[in-house]
C-alpha cells in the first residue's frame, strides 16, 4: 500500500508558475515509476508526466513539454511538478499515482495508489 498526498495548488495568472508535490508514504516510494495526470471539468484524466524510479528518465505530454518538469527527492519520498508559463487550459485537479503495471507510463490504467488532487486554476 501507497499513500499519496498531494500539495501546492492554486489560483495563478497566465504565464505564472506553481510547484505541486507528491509526498508518498506506506511501501517503497522509490521503487515506483511516478506519475502526474490531471482532470479537467467534464474530461478524462490525461497524462501531463512521469519519473522513473531514479528519476533518470522523464516523459511530458506534447501539452506541456518545455513547460512543466518533473522531478523527485527519493530520501524525502516526494515528487516533484514545476509548472511554467501557466495557461488557462492547464486549469485541473492534479493527480499523482505510482505506476505498478505494464510498461506505458503515459497510460493511466497502469497506475496504482491515486492520491486526493490538487486543484490548480490559471486565469486569463
Known amino acids: 500500500q501507497v499513500q499519496l498526498v498531494e500539495s501546492g495548488g492554486g489560483l495563478v495568472q497566465a504565464g505564472g508558475s506553481l510547484r505541486l508535490s507528491c509526498a508518498a508514504s506506506?511501501?517503497?516510494?522509490?521503487?515506483?515509476?511516478m506519475g502526474w495526470f490531471r482532470q479537467a471539468p467534464g474530461q478524462e484524466r490525461d497524462f501531463v508526466a512521469a519519473?522513473?524510479?531514479?528519476?533518470?528518465?522523464?516523459y511530458y505530454a506534447d501539452s506541456v513539454k518545455g513547460r512543466f518538469t518533473s522531478s523527485r527527492d527519493n530520501a524525502k519520498n516526494t515528487m516533484y511538478l514545476e509548472m511554467n508559463s501557466l495557461k488557462p487550459e492547464d486549469t485541473a485537479v492534479y493527480y499523482c499515482?505510482?505506476?505498478?503495471?505494464?510498461?506505458?507510463?503515459?497510460?493511466?490504467?497502469?497506475?496504482?495508489?491515486w492520491g486526493q488532487g490538487t486543484q490548480v486554476t490559471v486565469s486569463s
Open positions: 519519473i522513473t524510479w531514479s528519476g533518470s528518465v522523464t
Open positions: 499515482a505510482a505506476h505498478l503495471y505494464g510498461s506505458n507510463p503515459r497510460k493511466r490504467e497502469e497506475y496504482r495508489y
Open positions: 506506506g511501501r517503497t516510494f522509490s521503487s515506483y515509476t
